[in-house]
């Protein structure tokens, strides 16, 4: 099920920061087409654009290597850094003590959280114990899954999704009550395609941080690594940053 695009960096590999070290190949990188605006397919191009593909974008060129870029669904992407079938996952992956055990992670390179979003005419729920006994969409293979699974006393009515559209139309049809995912996807969707219809409420859950992930042992992670604090130094993250999400944030 995978869709393929092979994207060729040739411009600015002799300046690479990893270049004399690691020789430039071509590796295989995946992400999930569904977690906007970190990655999504432009239905004019038939590409992935987002935050997460113009960072691997920057951080392959700098780091030395080209990449054909592939789509699965989130819960097929460890999996398939542990067999090797892919080299490279960028798609919004929080770093956890359990998924380090099995892919090697970069330093992270953005801030997270897990918010919970309900009907714009909803107020009976503020904040997580509200949805005890609740029908809650989530994520399939997602750390909010696992948060609720901990946290909720009654979580029989947790739901989670293939996709996160899904669990956004399942909450306007009103076959769910709420969604808990991810601060930045469900902000973005309440401000874009749910604006008026559906709102965030409650503080930030669970504090996360984001890193690519790379087969365990890859020899790409410091350069990646480097790439990434490049980027940062230069001003190119900001700029990225920015693009997608609005000013950024003074502690970033």
């Known amino acids: 099920m995978s869709t393929k695009w092979l994207k060729t960096l040739g411009a600015g590999l002799a300046l690479s920061v990893a270049a004399s070290t690691v020789s430039a190949e071509t590796l295989r990188v995946v992400t999930d087409p569904s977690f ?3 990655e999504m397919m432009d239905q004019e191009t038939g590409e992935m654009i987002g935050f997460d593909m113009d960072i691997i974008s920057e951080v392959a060129e700098r780091a030395g290597f080209e990449y054909n870029l ?3 669904d989130f819960n097929g992407i460890i999996p398939a850094l542990q067999t090797g ?3 490279i996952a960028i ?6 003590d359990e998924r380090k055990q099995i892919v090697d992670f970069s330093d992270p390179y953005y801030d997270s959280g897990l918010r919970i979003l309900v009907r714009a005419n909803n107020s009976d729920v503020d904040e997580l114990s509200d949805l005890e006994g609740k029908k809650v969409g989530t994520k399939i293979g997602s750390t909010s899954y696992d948060f609720l699974m901990q946290n909720l006393d009654s ?4 739901t989670p999704y293939p996709g996160s559209s899904d669990m956004y139309m399942a909450l306007m049809s009103r076959a769910i009550d709420a969604v808990f995912y991810d601060a930045p996807n469900v902000g973005y969707f309440a401000s874009t395609r749910g604006e008026g219809r559906v709102k965030t409420v409650g503080q930030l859950y669970e504090g996360q941080q984001y890193g690519i992930a790379l087969k365990k042992g890859s020899q790409w992670v410091g ?3 480097e790439a990434l604090a490049s980027i940062k130094e230069d001003g190119t993250y900001k700029t990225i940053y920015e693009k997608w999400f609005g000013p950024m944030p003074e502690d970033k």
């Open 36 to 38: 906007v605006p970190f």
């Open 70 to 72: 592939q789509t699965m």
């Open 85 to 87: 079938n892919v080299d």
């Open 91 to 96: 798609a919004g992956i929080t770093i956890t």
């Open 155 to 158: 979580n029989g009515g947790v």
């Open 223 to 225: 350069p990646v690594n």
